[in-house]
């Protein structure tokens, strides 16, 4: 009898107990972030585009050779996770302007970990494997 009194008032205080976290004042994962609302931390639709026309800047470079050697081609980080380690990685030939092309990465990557702190971001923190090695198939590197 004791115990089922002592159980009855851990179930009414339990019950009773409210929680205060707010599930709209936690951090969204970046994919579920609206792009127009900087107040609530989330990217101005300036820093979006900035951040998506340098991407496809960045990509169109990756896509512009054809891999017809796996030889010629290289890996790189793309994006940095709130956590650290690269979003992604891309492949790139070397018979373009590396320097140049590296360059836009390493200002994208220091972008996204601008963004990263400035709007307290969250990720998945799951590590991105750095790809082994790069076949061609088809005109285009594929990674191993």
Do not use: H
Request: glycine share 4%; proline share 6%; aromatic share 6%.
């Amino acid at each position: 009898m004791k115990n089922l009194l002592c159980l009855a008032i851990i179930a009414t205080i339990s019950l009773s107990c409210k929680s205060t976290i707010n599930p709209d004042t936690l951090p969204k994962p970046l994919p579920q972030r609206p792009t127009e609302n900087p107040e609530n931390g989330n990217l101005t639709q300036q820093e979006a585009e900035e951040m998506q026309n340098l991407k496809s800047e960045i990509l169109a470079l990756s896509q512009s050779e054809n891999c017809s050697n796996a030889t010629d081609w290289k890996s790189v980080g793309l994006g940095v996770k709130a956590c650290g380690g690269p979003v992604e990685y891309i492949a790139y030939s070397n018979k373009i302007d590396e320097s140049k092309f590296l360059e836009k990465v390493n200002l994208y990557n220091q972008k996204s970990t601008q963004y990263n702190k400035k709007y307290n971001l969250v990720s998945d923190c799951m590590l991105v494997m750095q790809p082994e090695n790069i076949v061609c198939k088809n005109g285009k590197p594929v990674f191993k």
